[in-house]
């Protein structure tokens, strides 16, 4: 099946920073989500991007599906954006199975 | 209204019990889904309903029974369970489900039950 490769693992920033989280999968996409889980463990719906350019606010992501990787780009950082952030994508070759990466566990601080 | 909601919270059940965890959406989805979520780890698919049938169990214990008994609902049957069960049980609907090349939706998640099995 698909392998989603997140990096970096840990992120430790001061607040108003800026980051850029990175997600490599192994295999063409259509689908592609970056989520944030809460300390309560809701996962939150940040994009649904399988392959272009999005923004919401402080919160931006590109996907270049030609090279397989999307990126993830939280600008002026506050700690609410603290959390394990998550790519999950579903193959274009498999089944309905949406694969999540390992997480980046983002620690913004006052 | 992207609401998916699940109950209960939180649920401590003994090897022996059997309980059950519900989870429905009104968005007019067709595909439904059942995560496990281990602490410190990313979610793990376990089941998909597509038009209220199962369409994929990723070989989960039979101790796991879903059941799917309108397009809005979703229930997680236990029996059984294992300490090693013990985890986050999350549920997320989408429009359909994508199957190969064709088109695959968006999923949106519940707020989870999080299971303790003693």
């Known amino acids: 099946g698909i392998q989603v490769e997140q990096s970096p693992p840990d992120l430790i920033l001061q607040e108003g920073a800026n980051s850029t989280l990175r997600c490599n999968f192994s295999?063409?996409?259509?689908?592609l989500q970056w989520f944030h889980q809460n300390p309560w463990g809701q996962l939150i719906n940040l994009f649904y991007i399988p392959s272009g350019t999005k923004q919401n606010g402080r919160l931006s992501a590109t996907t270049v599906a030609t090279e397989r990787y999307s990126l993830l780009y939280i600008s002026s950082s506050q700690t609410t954006d603290s959390g394990v952030y998550f790519c999950?994508?579903?193959?274009?070759?498999?089944?309905?199975?949406?694969?999540f990466g390992t997480g980046t566990r983002l620690t913004i601080i006052p | 209204d992207t609401e998916v909601t699940q109950t209960p919270k939180h649920l401590v059940m003994g090897m022996t019990n059997k309980k059950s965890l519900k989870c429905e959406q009104h968005m007019g989805h067709r595909a439904m889904y059942w995560y496990k979520q281990k602490a410190k780890k990313p979610p793990e698919l376990m089941f998909v309903?597509?038009?209220?049938?199962?369409?994929i169990n990723e070989s989960v214990p039979s101790r796991f029974s879903p059941e799917c008994p309108n397009s809005s609902l979703l229930n997680l049957h236990l029996h059984a369970l294992q300490p090693e069960d013990s985890a986050l049980y999350l549920c997320?609907?989408?429009?359909?489900?994508?199957?190969?090349?064709?088109?695959?939706?968006?999923?949106?998640f519940g707020p989870g039950t999080r299971l303790t099995v003693t």
């Open positions: 999950a994508a579903i193959s274009n070759f498999g089944n309905e199975k949406l694969t």
């Open positions: 309903y597509s038009y209220e049938k199962l369409s």
């Open positions: 295999d063409s996409v259509n689908n």
């Open positions: 997320a609907s989408s429009q359909t489900a994508g199957r190969g090349l064709a088109t695959s939706y968006e999923q949106y």
